[in-house]
């Protein structure tokens, strides 16, 4: 079997910017609305919908901004959600453009045509249809042979699509395979609820991976170990899907049918679980935590990543370390950690090692050690 190397990343990054200033104010107004219309307040029945802050989104969470698809929607007190036009089926879809995008950038990166790529995953938190799958439309966008096919492990996706597609290298499938992840978490989230509100943004990262002989761009990390792990947990959840009409009262505003998680279960539960993953992952590759040069971690908290980064070295990070991007983007799902390796890794001398890891429903962890290349 031969080697993999990460030989090109790509992130596209929407045009439109929801500060945490603006996303107060338009939910603030969101909330008197709510309350001014809830008779059931005055008479005690039920509580009203409390007010957000600047200071209560980064103490939270670090996030000061987000990028969107559409924020206008995002904005409208008597909306919050996204407009995105309908296209017909004969128009690209909205997920396999973004994707395209951050595709092209990749390749670019990586000297790759399509006629040099192989195969396409798509490994995103949320696609917009069933199918026929996102991958394979962008594999004709870009005019790639071989096969497609798309891939859903939440804010692992990305992680566990190296995996897959590190393997399928290794194992003669593919010379080279593309992976895509088109997040637009700005359709999933509850805009209306203070717990979740300033979470999500919308972005697409791409990488593209190919046997270590036939990488010639300047960038290159080998792939030295993968591992994924999945623990069934309720914590994180979006009960929408193809079932929903057949169940009644299904078809409502539901909020289950959207984000929801329970946040300090999560913390608890999935900052030791993605600790201990990096440190069994790194010892049993005969690396000791101090060897690691750079995390890239999954961005959804600041102080989740900051335990983590503590947990797996004994220390704090050294400042460049442990990058973050979220105050930025905020949580992009599986997008986040490659959105970190893409932006932080041209800088680091050859031999370096790193680790690629994400984390999130399921639970699942993905972690990905990497070493720089000449």
């Given amino acids: 079997m031969g080697n993999v190397v990460i030989s090109g990343t790509g992130v596209f990054t929407p045009d439109e910017v929801i500060t945490n200033a603006e996303l107060v104010q338009a939910f603030n107004a969101f909330a008197e609305l709510q309350n001014a219309a809830n008779d059931a307040i005055d008479a005690g029945e039920c509580e009203p919908v409390p007010q957000s802050s600047e200071e209560f989104i980064i103490k939270a969470s670090g996030i000061e901004q987000r990028y969107v698809l559409n924020k206008s929607g995002v904005l409208d007190p008597e909306r919050m959600y996204p ?11 909205v997920m396999a453009e973004i994707a395209v995008k951050a595709a092209t950038l990749a390749m670019a990166a990586a000297g790759k045509s399509a006629g040099e790529i192989d195969a396409v995953i798509c490994a995103a938190s949320n696609h917009e249809r069933a199918y026929p799958a996102i991958a394979i439309e962008v594999q004709k966008e870009l005019g790639i042979g071989g096969f497609a096919f798309d891939m859903n492990v939440a804010c692992s996706s990305a992680t566990f699509g190296i995996q897959a597609a590190a393997d399928m290298i290794r194992a003669g499938s593919a010379r080279a395979i593309l992976i895509v992840n088109p997040e637009i978490c700005s359709g999933h989230l509850e805009w209306r609820d203070r717990d979740c509100h300033f979470i999500f943004g919308d972005v697409c990262t791409a990488v593209v991976l190919e046997r270590t002989e036939t990488a010639s761009s300047d960038t290159r990390y080998e792939i030295i ?17 193809f079932l929903r009409r057949t169940r009644d009262g299904h078809m409502e505003d539901r909020r289950d049918m959207l984000f929801h998680q329970e946040g300090r279960k999560v913390f608890k539960q999935v900052v030791p679980l993605v600790a201990e993953m990096i440190v069994t992952h790194l010892a049993d590759e005969g690396i000791a935590p101090d060897e690691i040069s750079r995390m890239w971690l999954h961005q959804a908290n600041k102080a989740m990543n900051d335990f983590i980064g503590q947990k797996v070295l004994g220390r704090a990070p050294n400042p460049g370390q442990q990058p973050n991007i979220l105050q930025d983007y905020a949580n992009t799902s599986s997008a986040g950690s490659i959105i970190a390796f ?16 994400s984390f999130g429903a399921g639970y699942s962890v993905g972690s990905v050690i990497v070493r720089r290349v000449e």
């Fill in 342 to 357: 893409s932006k932080f890794s041209d800088d680091l001398p050859a031999g370096a090692l790193g680790v690629i890891c």
């Fill in 83 to 93: 407009v995105l036009r309908e296209r017909s089926e004969d128009e690209i879809s």
């Fill in 225 to 241: 170990s993968t591992r994924c792990l999945t623990e069934f947990s309720n914590n994180i959840r979006n009960n929408a899907g």
